[in-house]
């Protein structure tokens, strides 16, 4: 099916459906390893350890990490620990198409964490009505969730959901691609129709212009995670 232009979008967001789980550290100190706006490229390294270790009482304050929406450049690349893959093709103002790099025939256009539209193996998504403009996660104080309702199309019929996005906190992580600093936002979501219910989890890192670390749950599927393991940005 022939993708919408990017400029033709309205803001949105759907799911996609990734896979595999992988460990992490996390710490209450530290920088990340690149600075955006500038050429880095990282390959994977030794894997970062066992289970998620959380900063202990005590030790010093986390350090603030600004939320800001990305400024992804075409050519900006991302892979991870199940395989995941993606590739900034095209950039229309704080819009991007990713294409899936493990998947050539997938692909997604996004604003920030917010999906537009989607190809995935069996249908094309693409929202078509929104109750309140989720770029609001960019202003609105940690812990105070935005929630919106999101209606969107696939293959033809009517998907309803009520979403929430919320920032959690600031944690540094340690994954196999490096250290960073990352903000955590939460993304829960349910089905107004039926009892479908979805959560993720993202550290995300302003030094990559992505989430480092994914923790997910879809439906009846069970608990998840992925973690970034070389990324490249232009």
Avoid at 7 to 14: D, F, G
Avoid at 150 to 157: H, L, T
Wanted: aromatic residues 10%.
């Amino acid at each position: 099916m022939r993708p919408v232009p990017l400029a033709a979008l309205a803001a949105a967001y759907v799911l996609t459906a990734p896979v595999l789980t992988a460990c992490v550290q996390t710490t209450g100190t530290g920088t990340g390893t690149a600075a955006m706006g500038t050429a880095a490229v990282v390959t994977p390294a030794a894997d970062a350890g066992s289970a998620v270790a959380l900063r202990p009482p005590g030790t010093p304050a986390r350090p603030a990490v600004a939320l800001a929406p990305p400024q992804w450049r075409v050519g900006d690349t991302w892979q991870y620990s199940d395989g995941y893959g993606m590739r900034v093709t095209e950039v229309n103002g704080p819009a991007a198409r990713f294409q899936r790099t493990d998947a050539p025939g997938q692909w997604y256009i996004a604003r920030g964490p917010f999906r537009e539209q989607l190809q995935s193996r069996n249908a094309l998504r693409q929202v078509v009505f929104q109750s309140e403009d989720p770029q609001r996660l960019y202003t609105v104080p940690p812990g105070e969730p935005v929630v919106f309702r999101r209606e969107y199309m696939r293959n033809g019929v009517l998907v309803r959901h009520r979403t929430s996005w919320t920032v959690e906190g600031t944690e540094t992580i340690t994954v196999p691609a490096g250290t960073f600093d990352a903000v955590i936002l939460v993304m829960r979501t349910r089905s107004t129709t039926g009892n479908w219910t979805a959560y993720e989890r993202w550290w995300y890192a302003p030094a990559v212009r992505n989430y480092v670390r994914m923790e997910f749950k879809y439906g009846e599927a069970p608990d998840n995670a992925r973690v970034l393991t070389a990324y490249s940005l232009k």
